[in-house]
């Protein structure tokens, strides 16, 4: 059995090389940006909507409740990052009841790949709201002798978020394979059917570390600010 997707390789022609983690991430890509044109392409206001509109918008006030309860701000500004890794991590573990589809995210280079948007993105926002002093002022508190300790907790912070997702999914994998092998069908498609569920909370917890990081950087260079106008 092979652990890594990243092993499998699909085609080679010298140099260019198209391994599992790859061709299943373009896969995913592919249809959510096609599903993402067919149900938008007729979006209305009036009038009786679609079973997909509305499906997309129970999708988008759930992803709008959640960034509001954690960040206490207005959703929209971190609604189009925040939803597009719940969107592309979940669907991307629900694929997985699919004979022959390998999930991307069971590949630790996907993972660490997602958790490096986060890292890039917390103080991109950061900077957005605050402002590039405020935002660096933080590292230097409560004195400038922790700064060593503040970057490396931004970067241990990273390499959790990506080690759990990879850890969960990949380990999800392997069990089903090797039920599928020891154990007769019905007990391995009961796994299955948990292994989703469980590919639908990693999805949702990635999502919300996301966020919760985002809102706690800010939150913490708003304490900064005040602490200095005082």
Do not use: H
Not at 137 to 160: C, H, K, V
Not at 168 to 191: A, C, Q, R, W, Y
Not at 201 to 206: E, G, L, N
């Amino acid at each position: 059995m092979t652990i890594n997707p990243d092993e499998i390789i699909l085609l080679q022609w010298g140099w260019f090389t198209i391994n599992s983690t790859i061709f299943f991430t373009w896969l995913v890509m592919f249809l959510l940006t096609f599903g993402s044109w067919l149900v938008t392409r007729k979006l209305t206001s009036e009038g009786e909507l679609s079973r997909w509109q509305n499906l997309l918008e129970v999708i988008v006030q759930g992803i709008n409740s959640q960034i509001r309860e954690v960040s206490r701000r207005d959703p929209g500004p971190y609604l189009p990052f925040v939803g597009t890794l719940f969107i592309f991590i979940a669907t991307s573990n629900i694929l997985a009841i699919v004979p022959g589809y390998t999930p991307p995210t069971s590949s630790l280079s996907t993972t660490a790949a997602l958790a490096i948007c986060v890292f890039i993105a917390v103080p991109v926002f950061g900077i957005a709201n605050q402002g590039l002093v405020n935002y660096l002022r933080q590292y230097l508190q409560p004195t400038i002798f922790m700064l060593p300790f503040n970057i490396i907790g931004e970067l241990s912070r990273t390499l959790a978020l990506a080690v759990r997702l990879y850890g969960n999914i990949m380990s999800g994998t392997i069990i089903v394979g090797i039920l599928l092998t020891i154990t007769p069908l019905v007990f391995p498609i009961v796994m299955q059917a948990l292994g989703l569920l469980t590919g639908l909370i990693q999805a949702y917890i990635f999502a919300i570390l996301a966020m919760v990081y985002i809102a706690s950087a800010n939150q913490a260079q708003q304490e900064i600010v005040k602490k200095g106008e005082k």
